[in-house]
């Protein structure tokens, strides 16, 4: 749909360049967009490559290009320092107990960066020990641990200062799908809840806290688009169906200063390994292939 409305808004003398990063996970909505328009081959396609000496410091990056060059790259992504770490935990409660560590201790100390407002945990799922819902729970307690303004809605406890994530659109409120704040106040009596959203505050009445999550974890998929100083990735074949080499790209490279993978090697090659995904099924490179043979002139052979 958005692709749609950019194409009718844009002039037919108009020229429109497109970038985009082919290796991250697709959209969440239906459709594979820049993946049609590439694979159809009818549209001038430039891939940039090379990582220049600026980037080359950075083990997020080398090891992002890593990750999305296949199984080669599962014995390096371990061995690097800097901004990139692999934490062992060969099981999901030493695992969930080694984020706790990170998030609330070791990272704030050695890289001075406030545990609630810089440091994201990033999950394959949201189920199990080790998912986004669970490490919530633990994060909010260890994080945040809620006195007595605080308002239990939803199966979530909302107290002030936690972390926040919309999950719907509202288009009243002015608030996005994904878009994350921290409340500020809870008001019991006039059953109201006050969060900012990038400086800008907005209410809620304890009735439409449905569309508010705790975010101190959230799954890759909600981070598409976003970006954190520090990300936190647990990566455990309990994960195992979705364990792809795309979500783990899509979560390395959502870290702008530093990536803590937390977890198993062998949840690490398999996610290098498997590249297959679900298989989206659209008609545009069709469609593109066929819009370019009418246009074609007629002394013009395949």
Known sequence: MLMQALMKATPDNSALLIVGDIDQLPSVGPGQVLADIIGSGVVPVVRLIEVFRQAAASRIIVNAHRAESGPDARSHLARERHDFYFVPAEDPETAV?????????????????????????????????????????????????????????FGWTFAPADKVMQIENDYDKEIYNGDIGYIDDVDPEAGELTASFDGRSVTYGFGELDTLVPAYAATI??????????????????????????LLYTGITRGK????LVGQKKAIAIAVRNVSGRRRWSKLEEWLKLGALRLRPPWVTA
Do not use: W
Request: with cysteine; net charge positive.
């Open 221 to 246: 998929h909600k981070s598409q688009g976003s970006e954190y100083p520090a990300v936190v990735i647990p990566v455990m074949t309990q994960h195992y169906t979705m364990l792809q080499r795309n």
């Open 97 to 153: 107990q080694r984020i706790l560590e990170l998030v609330k201790t070791r990272i704030p100390k050695r890289f001075g960066l406030n545990p609630i407002r810089d440091i994201q945990v990033l999950c394959p799922m949201q189920r199990g020990g080790v998912g986004a819902r669970s490490l919530n729970i633990e994060l909010q307690a260890a994080l945040n641990p809620t006195g007595e303004r605080k308002v239990e809605r």
């Open 257 to 260: 200063r530093l990536v803590v």
